[in-house]
Each structure stands twice: as structure tokens, then as C-alpha cells.
């Protein structure tokens, strides 16, 4: 004879479930996140050298539930590299986990000249990431809720330009349903804030238009620009300045 287990039963042993893996996930986020606060803390806030290794990175995005790929992994790798060296402002196109990253990286006294600018769209995304700012204080990095608008030939953030640092020396443009075509919007809205040393990372510049437009961006300001990867339309645009 066997028993039957009611119904609400079964959903209330399904929905525990539920909150347990729930709790277990942001434990690991919040153990990760703190990881990645130490690593940084003890490379100076990056200045020293010393960068942020890509597997407790990658174990920060599985554990949100957004595990990276080889390529992702890649993109990530070029932004921790740059950002290490980033003597100045850095501006991203798009709130995301990297934020809280790259503001880890930015965070301490050695790194006191380098504040972070992030983009966003999203009013609710952008009042998270801010949270998480706060909660892990994280400082150096400011959330500018803007919405995206459409321009002449490319969608962009509808923010003043004059609102970010002058002499940036590090853009990041992950692109995003919002800004499609990001690179080219940030090329012409702030690329006149670019530092005379500067770099460009930009991801999803597929279009063969959006291509050649970056191409013919750097011959026209003196930067190299490399395709780092054509399937995943990663560009790398690096400007040095004379001397």
C-alpha cells in the first residue's frame, strides 16, 4: 500500500527547494564579490600591478547564473588588463557585473585618480548595481541612469557629455540592445573626452558599416585599430600620445 504525499505538500517541499539554492546562489555572489574585493585591496586597488585572476571572475557571473564563454571570458580578460593600466577615467557603455569589478580594481589610494563611469538605461538595473556599490563599498564609481536615444545612424545614451571626466582613458562598449551600435554613439559623443593615451575595447560590432566606421575613426585621430575577434566583433582602437 503506498501513501500519497498531498499535493501542497509537494509544492512546499519544491518551493524550500527553491529558496535554498535561491540563498545558496547569492552567498556565493556575495562570497565572490568579497574574493574580489580582497584581491584588489591587496594589489593596491590595482595600481600595484597585480590583477584580479579571471577565475574568481568567472565564478562570479556562474554563480549570478550567467556562466561566461571562451569568447566572453576573452572580452574580460582585455578589460582587466586595461583597466590595471588605466592611468585615468574610464567609461562603460552598460551597467553590469563587470562594474562591480572594474570598481573593485579602481577602489583604494593607489588608484585615487581613477573613477569609474557606467552608463545605464535600465532605472531599476542601474538602482541594483548602485546597491551592490554601497553594500561592498566600492567607491570611485558612479551609475548615471540616461535613457538611450536614437541619433543620426546609431542609438546612444542621451547624457550630457560634459556629466563624465574629461581625459578618459579607458572605454569600454560591451554593446546592448539599448545601444546597438554603442561604439559608434561613444566615438561621437565623447570621443573628443578621450585622452591622448587612451584605449577602446568594443564588443558586437558586427555590421560591416559600424566596422569600417570605427576603422575610419581611428585613421582620422591617429589609433591603431585591431579586430581582436571577427565572429564576436571585438575591436581594440589604442591611441598613444607623442613623446
Same mark, same amino acid.
Given at each position: 500500500m503506498?501513501?500519497?504525499?498531498?499535493?501542497?505538500?509537494?509544492?512546499?517541499?519544491?518551493?524550500?527547494?527553491?529558496?535554498?539554492?535561491?540563498?545558496?546562489?547569492?552567498?556565493g555572489f556575495d562570497r565572490c564579490v568579497r574574493k574580489l574585493r580582497a584581491s584588489a585591496s591587496a594589489a593596491g586597488g590595482g595600481g600595484g600591478g597585480?590583477?584580479?585572476?579571471?577565475g574568481a571572475v568567472a565564478e562570479l557571473y556562474a554563480h549570478w547564473g550567467d556562466p561566461p564563454t571562451q569568447?566572453?571570458?576573452?572580452?574580460l580578460r582585455s578589460c582587466l588588463a586595461e583597466v590595471a593600466q588605466a592611468p585615468g577615467a574610464i567609461v562603460q557603455c552598460g551597467a553590469s557585473l563587470l562594474t562591480l569589478v572594474l570598481g573593485s580594481v579602481c577602489q583604494g589610494e593607489a588608484a585615487a585618480a581613477r573613477q569609474l563611469w557606467c552608463l545605464e538605461h535600465d532605472a531599476h538595473w542601474a538602482s541594483v548595481v548602485r546597491s551592490w556599490l554601497t553594500q561592498y563599498r566600492i567607491g570611485?564609481?558612479?551609475?548615471?541612469?540616461?535613457?538611450?536615444?536614437?541619433?543620426?545612424?546609431?542609438?546612444?545614451y542621451g547624457v550630457?557629455?560634459?556629466? =563624465? !571626466?574629461?581625459? %578618459? $582613458?579607458?572605454?569600454?562598449?560591451?554593446? #546592448?540592445?539599448?545601444?546597438?551600435?554603442g561604439v559608434i554613439g561613444a566615438l561621437e559623443r565623447i570621443g573628443s573626452r578621450l585622452a591622448p593615451s587612451s584605449t577602446? =575595447? !568594443?564588443?558586437? %560590432? $558586427?555590421?560591416?558599416?559600424?566596422?569600417? #566606421?570605427?576603422?575610419?575613426?581611428?585613421?582620422a585621430h591617429d589609433a591603431a585599430c585591431v579586430v581582436v575577434d571577427r565572429q564576436q566583433g571585438f575591436i581594440k582602437l589604442s591611441r598613444r600620445a607623442a613623446g
Open positions: 503506498s501513501l500519497a504525499i498531498p499535493a501542497a505538500t509537494v509544492r512546499g517541499l519544491a518551493s524550500l527547494r527553491a529558496q535554498a539554492a535561491t540563498f545558496e546562489r547569492f552567498r597585480g590583477e584580479i585572476p579571471i569568447a566572453d571570458e576573452s572580452f570611485n564609481t558612479h551609475v548615471i541612469t540616461t535613457r538611450a536615444q536614437l541619433a543620426d545612424g546609431y542609438v546612444w550630457d557629455p560634459e556629466r =563624465l !571626466a574629461g581625459n %578618459v $582613458s579607458l572605454l569600454l562598449c560591451d554593446g #546592448a540592445r539599448a545601444t546597438p551600435q577602446v =575595447l !568594443a564588443r558586437h %560590432v $558586427s555590421r560591416a558599416d559600424d566596422v569600417r #566606421a570605427v576603422q575610419a575613426w581611428a585613421k
